[in-house]
Antibody, heavy 118, light 107 residues
Framework: EVQLVESGGGLVQPGGSLRLSCAGS????????MHWVRQAPGQGLEYVSA????????YYANSVKGRFTISRDNSKNTLYLQMGSLSTEDMALYYC???????????WGQGTLVTVSS | EIVMTQSPATLSVSPGERVTLSCRAS??????LVWYQQKPGQAPRVLIYDVSTRATGVPARFSGSGSGTEFTLTISSLQSEDCAVYYC?????????FGQGTKVEIK
């Protein structure tokens, strides 16, 4: 069974940093591109970042470029999102998602909540 | 950035009725259009990919159509378990972008 389990969310002060993790299991992790998508409370889905299978190509939304870094460790079947210079606008439930076929997301984790507050 | 616009924002429908949700792209996304369903407290779930292909396990009452910039998700006969927010997303260009969602409620 395919599983994606996010962790690392929590309360952080404005300007602070946080690292999210997404552990994959039940599938060959290194064979899939992975993405992060976030959802602010009561709001819609917002694309955040992407990384290819080997980790040498990444993409960021303009809203997080220069502040967030996506990476992966295929030996640990884990995806990461290092977040810095956090503001209240980054408060959201962060999902990791697996890319299938031509680029759509076939599996999503349950999300990890990031709260930014002083 | 491609802007995805969904309409209506909210739809209130009686059980058994036909439901039509629209999604418009600000420029062509070819056939790289996907629909997700999100129920309260749950992660999104893929319903339709490549415009019209139902994902595994999705009931046949869900169907997708369209091309280029205009797309439609149809639920042929609404069931109570279909109450959810539906999002379209394009994966033709970077950044990948989502519509703002259509909430489907039972009348």
């Amino acid at each position: 069974e395919v599983q994606l389990v996010e962790s690392g969310g929590g309360l952080v002060q404005p300007g602070g940093s946080l690292r999210l993790s997404c552990a994959g299991s039940g599938f060959p992790f290194s064979s899939f591109s992975m993405h992060w998508v976030r959802q602010a409370p009561g709001q819609g889905l917002e694309y955040v970042s992407a990384i290819n299978r080997v980790g040498d190509t990444t993409y960021y939304a303009n809203s997080v470029k220069g502040r967030f870094t996506i990476s992966r460790d295929n030996s640990k079947n884990t995806l990461y999102l290092q977040m810095g210079s956090l503001s209240t606008e980054d408060m959201a439930l962060y999902y990791c998602a697996r890319v299938a076929g031509s680029g759509w997301f076939d599996f999503w984790g349950q999300g990890t909540l990031v709260t930014v507050s002083s | 950035e491609i802007v995805m616009t969904q309409s209506p924002a909210t739809l209130s429908v009686s059980p058994g009725e036909r439901v039509t949700l629209s999604c418009r792209a600000s420029q062509s996304v070819s056939s790289n259009l996907v629909w997700y369903q999100q129920k309260p407290g749950q992660a999104p779930r893929v319903l339709i990919y490549d415009v019209s292909t139902r994902a595994t396990g999705v009931p046949a009452r869900f169907s997708g159509s369209g091309s280029g910039t205009e797309f439609t998700l149809t639920i042929s006969s609404l069931q109570s378990e279909d109450c959810a927010v539906y999002y379209c997303q394009q994966h033709n260009n970077w950044p990948r972008t989502f519509g703002q969602g259509t909430k489907v409620e039972i009348k």
